[in-house]
């Protein structure tokens, strides 16, 4: 008998735009290969230019006055760092600064008052960018209750089952499908397809964790865990509704689906911001 468990959630209707992601597969060969990023498309030139950048924005906001006047000096604003050590401006406080500070620190010149904005700007986008590409959780299918099950289900290995592997990022999850061409239970290195499943989370209304026990003779004989499907219901824009499903470890459903629902509302915080 299964055990249904709801978690608190909320409705995230701001119409932001994507581009796509919502319950899109895609279907690739080793030919085919695209990066995806939230709700951007990057190439890997693009993509590597960010991951060269996170070491100085990343953490910006945690930037000392010190740390702050040597980036402004390195991007030509040299002259003006002993103002940001004199007035104590942190990482934190540099997005907080409006003309009129700026003029008062003593940056009179109009044309450098707008680069360092435009710098501390740059440095919120890119810190942004990185944020909505960290992943928050990884994780895989659990398709048997039991190592014993695997072994009758699989010819104790011989016809072995590839689970789908889970991947949770600030506002989408990308479930990845792996359909290898195989001789037995040996996995060629060609031929080789997946599919992937990037879920916009950006619509995200309700998340429901379903725990479903192993059979009796399982849980008896071999002490098997039962398992968590964490069910994802997406409002579409013509308000109709999507599910998607993660299967899990008995135990894991919970954590994944606060990480979801925090994933969710502070990716749309940075929107707002």
């Known amino acids: 008998m299964a055990h ?6 909320s409705q995230n209707m701001f119409g932001l735009q994507s581009v796509g992601l919502s319950s899109q597969e895609s279907t690739h060969t080793p030919s085919q290969h695209k990066q995806t990023m939230g709700d951007y498309v990057l190439n890997a ?5 960010i991951k060269n950048s996170q ?5 910006f906001e945690t930037w000392n006055a010190e740390q702050l006047a040597e980036y402004i000096s390195k991007q030509g604003l040299a002259e003006y760092s002993k103002y940001i ?20 620190m003593g940056i009179r010149c109009i044309g450098d008052r707008l680069r360092f904005r435009m710098i501390v700007e740059n440095l919120k986008r890119k ?25 009758f289900c699989t010819c104790f290995g011989f016809c072995p089952v ?28 060609c031929c080789n397809e997946y599919t992937t499943n990037n879920v916009d989370l950006t619509y995200l209304t309700n998340v429901d964790v379903i725990g479903v026990p192993a059979s009796c003779c399982e849980s008896i004989l071999c002490c098997a865990p039962g398992k968590d499907i964490v069910d994802i219901e997406i409002r579409g824009v013509g308000g109709d509704a999507f599910y998607h499903k993660v299967v899990l470890r008995e135990g894991e459903g919970d954590q994944v689906a606060f990480l979801i629902l925090n994933g969710v509302e502070q990716s749309q915080r940075m929107d707002r911001e």
């Open 162 to 189: 590839d689970p789908s592997t889970y991947r949770l990022m600030s506002n989408y999850i990308k479930v990845k499908k792996v359909k290898p061409l195989r001789l037995g239970p040996l996995r060629l290195c």
């Open 4 to 9: 249904f468990t709801t978690v608190n959630s």
């Open 127 to 151: 810190s942004r960018v990185i944020d909505r590409s960290r992943c928050l959780w990884e994780g895989k299918e659990r398709v048997f209750f039991s190592d014993t099950t695997a072994a």
């Open 85 to 104: 050590i004199q007035h104590k401006i942190s990482g934190k406080l540099a997005p907080l600064l409006s003309e009129s500070d700026l003029k008062e």
């Open 55 to 59: 070491s100085e924005s990343d953490s």
């Open 45 to 49: 030139n693009a993509l590597n230019e």
